[in-house]
């Protein structure tokens, strides 16, 4: 005969796990935790999106399928954007003080 400790949990003894409210990444703004930043030039884009479909973290903003802005709230600087940018048109920069 089993002991207590030698007898398996089943999942109804299980404690309850944890449901976190939606969207409460919103909530962290990881923009600081960049080192370098992308700048866009709005002179060389061809409003392609591919950066937008690459961000990890959906920091770029777009409107009416063109580019709007990078928001930085959110943008980690991870270069993605600028590596995947077919027109050049996403340089990192450091990022300033
Ligand atoms: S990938 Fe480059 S060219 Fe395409 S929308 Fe982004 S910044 Fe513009
Ligand atoms: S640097 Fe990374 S996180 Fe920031 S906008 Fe570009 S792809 Fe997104």
Redesign the pocket.
Known sequence: MKTAEEKKSTWKELPEGDVLEGASSLQFKTGNWRSI??VHHPEKCIHCLL?WI????S??KVKDGRFQT?DYD?????????HECPKKA?E?VPEKK
């Open positions: 930043r992308p950066c690459a961000c990890p973290d920091a770029i990078i959110y943008c980690k600087g991870c270069g993605i954007c600028s996403i990192m």
